[in-house]
């Protein structure tokens, strides 16, 4: 077992490995409780190593059963093993074959790590660190060998045997055994191994590469549920073709298959030619999937496979690496789904989502960079900062050397990295090279972690016709970095006059500014645009072109004239959200001080108008949205009191309900379709357009939307109107909501991912008896906390998603989650982990909740043979 004394790992002190892996050849003997590995290994002594060093092979809970070199067995001195390493001491100083066989118990793997069981079907997860959960290995990404995987079972237990790479071989065996034989040519690190074993259903397809391979695809799925397999087979041939033709990525095997699992720690993984999914991101029907489902489907699906060229291909050097594989496929799926689907549109739910997570992990206790260089567990490190704030540097990087130089940067790494296990060195020096630009500053985002926050002030001279921009940057301390150097924003942006279109922007020195962008890398800078007709508005950051927080003062007037004319659709989009959150931030401050809110007309007449006239339903969708509890509380920043925010986004919600009600009602009712479901994007902006203004009249005047929301939920025949109306009919208490949620409930009882949804808007429920109803759901026949799924669903959304019931004042929600943490991390560590991080803001709240916060952090930390998982957040939490 690990203890809790982990010590740290850091990125100064890579080193190469003393010995290389060229091939490993794997026989594994499925069984339920004792499975045996053979492995056998191709070592040499790597020239980049120290000569003569010991073998340190890692391992995690393995029980060995015997190991022989070169065939012969070891005399017992030659080596030394325990559940967590193997070490030989002396080993040849020449290549050798080392034969390895453990045993392991995929039935007993709660972790979900190794080799594991899910539903009965053999899977394995290996990244970070499983594969020493299988067998002894050097298991660090920069070990790379050609694997060759025999995999063995009962033929009536597990029909369906797959690994990675070609199939080679298959065939029966005496008393009901059979086998499979699976050859990966392409050298891999470990982490990217994969095997599953079991009775599962097939969706199949094909596809002709660019260059004429003929490619099998194959998803599959608990036997049965086929039927809801075809749409990630139809996001997988999208997302093959997009990255031909977008990056030149050409797929390099004979067979590429996806297997569907209900119990998964993550999304989905990788695995070279066999990605393994959580199946909630693969399995969609009208009836079950909502439109968001199957956008996020349709975006795993292209992220994985985007995975086979920046992940696996070309992986990472060490861990500390991760956002060179992760910052930049994420980068690459964003920018498939702006392709099939509305570029700004994405924009806006990817930078609502990037704040949410981001910006909130990036201000609390568990800050770090984008490229750590330090760590104590690395299950720890899958973050938002490293995943979106990762895809945001590479977004950056292309707007600063643009489209073309970062083509040909592209180019260039995958040309040169093909094959190797790269580090951001590495692929920086692409773009450099490719553009001619030094990136030594710009790399800075890698190292440096916090949100930079950028002042703009703007003067206007009538009688020079001169626009004078002063901007300012700062960055807040974050842990173990208190000074902050500037780092290198770009700022696109555009001015927008009360009357119409932006002028064109010349500089001073009489340059026009290019594609409106302005670079920011000092502490302090000023822009001086000359020829500037009248006062106009300057409209800054457009596209949210830099992840930073912008602090530009403008008046209400102002951001109307935004909202209204703005051509770039992601600051008109900021612009109302600016307008709501000023709202929501005065009426916070108004109820803290005992005193009733107070809103002006202009939102809610601005969005009346938008409803009138846009076309563009997810994006007016969007717009409706206002900012959430959470976004509130980021922007209050301190002393927060989660009641006071509640209270006053209901209270503006319910304001703009009424004042635009009628108009409310009109879209509603203009919007409602007939025909058949499609989940294409129009289609589903316009269901999306639909709910929301439901959801805002029902805010106004419950009296009114309710029965709406009860005939819509009684009539819908997708899931996304069916629970639309839900969602709307539980923000009101009342024998609607009960009767519906109970309806609901008992329809769906054997479908599992949709009870998810269920479970997950009952914990979201803004109520004081929220907590008890948990409690209750806990005990569903349907509910267990073995499954991560149904975990995050029921307690996950309850600390992440229900601001004022787990930040009660009383506590009570704090000592739930501390109560599911203690009780998760003998079973499933990183589970619990996450779980945990729901507390990642807890020092910006108000002081009563901060000490009832602080006193459950406390007892976690105090508790015995904690995991490194849990140990590792809570240490940095209280730190
Ligand atoms: N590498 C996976 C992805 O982002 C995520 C993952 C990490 C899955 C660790 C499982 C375990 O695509
Ligand atoms: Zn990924």
Redesign the pocket.
């Known amino acids: 077992m690990r203890t809790d004394t982990a010590a740290p790992v850091r990125l100064e002190d890579y080193r190469p490995t003393d010995y290389l892996i060229d091939t490993v050849s794997l026989d594994v003997r499925l069984h339920p409780t004792a499975t045996r590995i053979l492995a056998e290994l191709a070592i040499r002594p790597n020239p980049a190593g120290r000569a003569g060093a010991a073998l340190e092979l890692d391992g995690d809970e393995l029980e060995l059963v015997s190991v022989a070199l070169d065939g012969g067995a070891l005399a017992p001195g030659a080596y030394e093993a325990s559940p967590s390493g193997l070490t030989l001491h002396a080993p040849p100083e020449r290549a050798f074959r080392l034969s390895i066989e453990t045993r392991v118990n995929p039935t007993a793997n709660t972790k979900l790590m190794g080799l594991y069981r899910s539903s009965g079907v053999y899977c394995t997860?290996c990244?970070?660190e499983g594969f020493r959960r299988i067998t002894y290995f050097l298991d660090r990404p920069d070990v790379m060998a050609v694997y060759t995987t025999r995999i063995e079972a009962e033929e009536a237990e597990a029909p369906v045997l797959l690994g990675n790479g070609d199939p080679v071989e298959r065939g029966a065996l005496p008393n009901g055994r059979h086998y499979a034989v699976w050859r990966d040519p392409h050298p891999k690190p470990c982490y990217l191994f994969a095997l599953v074993g079991g009775k599962l259903g097939r969706v199949g397809g094909e596809i002709v590469t660019r260059s004429g391979r003929k490619v099998e695809l194959g998803v599959y799925v608990e036997p049965g549920k086929e039927s809801r397999a075809g749409y990630a087979l139809d996001a997988l041939v999208r997302s093959m073709r997009w990255d031909e033709q977008a990056f030149g990525c050409e797929y390099d095997l004979s067979v590429f298959n996806i297997v569907a699992v209900s119990d998964f720690?993550?999304?989905?993984?990788?695995n070279k030619g066999l990605n393994i999914f959580n199946d909630k991101y693969v399995l969609a029907s009208p009836e079950t999937a909502t439109d968001a489902d199957y956008a996020a489907i349709e975006a795993i699906i292209a992220?994985?496979y985007f995975?086979n060229w920046t992940g696996n291909r070309i992986t990472c050097r060490d861990w500390f690496q991760l956002c060179l594989k992760?910052g930049l496929t994420v980068f690459r799926d964003q920018e498939f789904s702006s392709d099939e689907r509305s570029r700004p549109v994405k924009r806006i739910a990817d930078v609502r989502a990037l704040r949410a997570q981001q910006f909130a992990e990036d201000s609390g206790p568990l800050a770090h960079p984008v490229r750590p260089s330090v760590y104590r567990e690395i299950n720890n490190f899958?973050t938002a900062t490293v995943y979106e704030k990762g895809a945001e540097v590479i977004r950056m990087l292309k707007t600063l050397i643009g489209p073309e130089a970062f083509k040909a940067g592209m180019d260039l790494y995958f040309h040169r990295c093909d094959g190797t296990a790269a580090t951001i060195e590495d692929f920086l020096a692409c773009f450099a090279e490719a553009s001619g630009r030094d990136l030594s500053h710009f790399s800075l985002w890698y190292r440096q972690a916090g949100t930079p926050s950028v002042a703009v002030r703007t003067a206007y001279d009538a009688e020079d016709r001169t626009l004078r921009l002063d901007f300012a940057q700062s960055t807040p301390p974050t842990p173990g970095q208190t000074e902050k150097e500037p780092v290198v924003i770009p700022i696109r942006l555009g001015l927008v006059s009360a009357q119409g279109r932006g002028a064109p922007l010349k500089t001073a020195d009489g340059r026009t500014l290019e594609d409106g962008l302005f670079v920011l890398d000092k502490t302090a800078d000023s822009l001086t645009l000359i020829e500037v007709p009248a006062d106009p508005v300057p409209s800054l950051l457009r596209g949210f072109s830099a992840p930073v927080r912008l602090e530009q003062e403008l008046g209400p007037a102002e951001l109307l004239t935004l909202f209204r004319r703005d051509e770039d659709p992601f600051n008109r989009w900021q612009a109302a959200q600016t307008y709501a959150m000023r709202l929501m931030v005065r009426a916070v401050e108004a109820l803290r001080a005992q005193q009733p809110p107070e809103f002006d007309q202009g939102f809610a007449v601005a969005l009346g108008e938008l409803l009138a006239a846009t076309d563009d339903h997810a994006f007016a969708a969007q717009v409706m949205a206002l900012p959430s509890e959470a976004d509130v509380a980021r922007e209050l920043g301190r002393e927060i009191d989660p009641d006071a925010v509640l209270h006053a986004r209901k209270a503006l919600r319910s304001f703009v309900g009424q004042t635009a009600g009628d108009r409310l009602a009109q879209t509603y009712s203009r919007l409602e379709t007939t025909g058949p479901y499609s989940p294409d994007a129009a289609s589903a902006g316009r269901r999306s357009l639909r709910n929301a203004a439901l959801d805002l009249l029902t805010a106004g005047d419950p009296g009114r939307g309710i029965p709406l929301a009860q005939a819509q939920f009684a009539s819908a025949d997708n899931m996304t109107d069916q629970i639309g109306a839900l969602a709307i009919l539980a923000q009101h208490p009342g024998p609607a909501r009960e009767e519906a949620l109970a309806a609901f409930g008992e329809h769906f009882a054997a479908d599992p991912l949709v009870l998810d949804k269920w479970f997950g808007l009952q914990a979201a429920i803004p109520e004081a008896a929220t907590l008890d109803r948990v409690r209750g759901l806990m005990r569903h026949p349907a509910f267990s906390l073995s499954n991560p799924n149904r975990t995050r669903a029921l307690v996950g959304t309850f600390a992440m998603a229900n601001l004022s019931q787990f930040h009660r004042a009383d506590g009570a929600g704090y000592a739930f989650l501390a109560d599911m943490v203690l009780q998760l991390d003998g079973s499933n560590p990183q589970l619990a982990a996450r779980l945990l991080g729901a507390f990642r803001t807890w020092r910006s709240l108000e002081q009563g909740r901060r000490a009832q916060a602080e006193t459950q952090l406390r007892r976690v930390a105090a508790k015995e043979g904690l995991s490194p998982d849990v140990s590792d957040i809570v240490t940095r939490s209280l730190a």
Do not use: I, P, S, V
Not at 265 to 270: L, P, Q, R
């Open positions: 997860q990244e970070a720690n993550m999304g989905a993984m990788e992220h994985e995975h992760e899958y």
